[in-house]
């Protein structure tokens, strides 16, 4: 049975940092590729960068390049979304996703079109 566990999700000044946890099970990293996305109230849901063990990983979203990262631990069966120099609009619910292939599409449509199982969330909420 394929799971994604996401956790980490807490509320943080403005300017802080989290590291969001995707566990997983029933599959292996090192045949899948994974996805972070966001959810911010009133907004649809947005790409923000995925990982693979062959491949490397990709980013998607301007607006958090050069504070967001994402790693991989095979072993521990966890992506992480490593998120630095928080603020406001970062508030929003964090999932993880599988993509059903073992690369990083470069669209970000064809991210959402090979997305096969999501998490159910985390709640990130930062204040100024």
């Known amino acids: 049975q394929v799971q994604l566990v996401e956790s980490g999700g807490d509320s943080v000044q403005s300017g802080g940092s989290l590291t969001l946890s995707c566990t997983v099970s029933?599959?292996?990293?090192?045949?899948?590729?994974i996805a972070w996305f966001r959810q911010a109230p009133g907004k649809e849901r947005e790409a923000l960068l995925c990982?693979?063990?062959?491949?490397?990983?990709?980013d998607y979203a301007d607006s958090v390049k050069g504070r967001f990262t994402i790693a991989r631990d095979s072993g521990q069966n966890t992506v992480y979304l490593q998120m630095n120099d928080l603020k406001p609009d970062d508030t929003a619910d964090y999932y993880c996703?599988?993509?059903?292939?073992?690369?990083?599409?470069?669209?970000?449509?064809?991210?959402?079109?090979?997305?096969?199982?999501w998490g159910q969330g985390t709640r990130v909420t930062v204040s100024s």
């Open positions: 996703a599988r993509i059903a292939a073992n690369s990083c599409p470069l669209r970000i449509s064809t991210l959402f079109s090979w997305r096969d199982y």
């Open positions: 029933g599959f292996s990293l090192d045949y899948y590729a």
């Open positions: 990982i693979s063990k062959q491949y490397g990983d990709e």
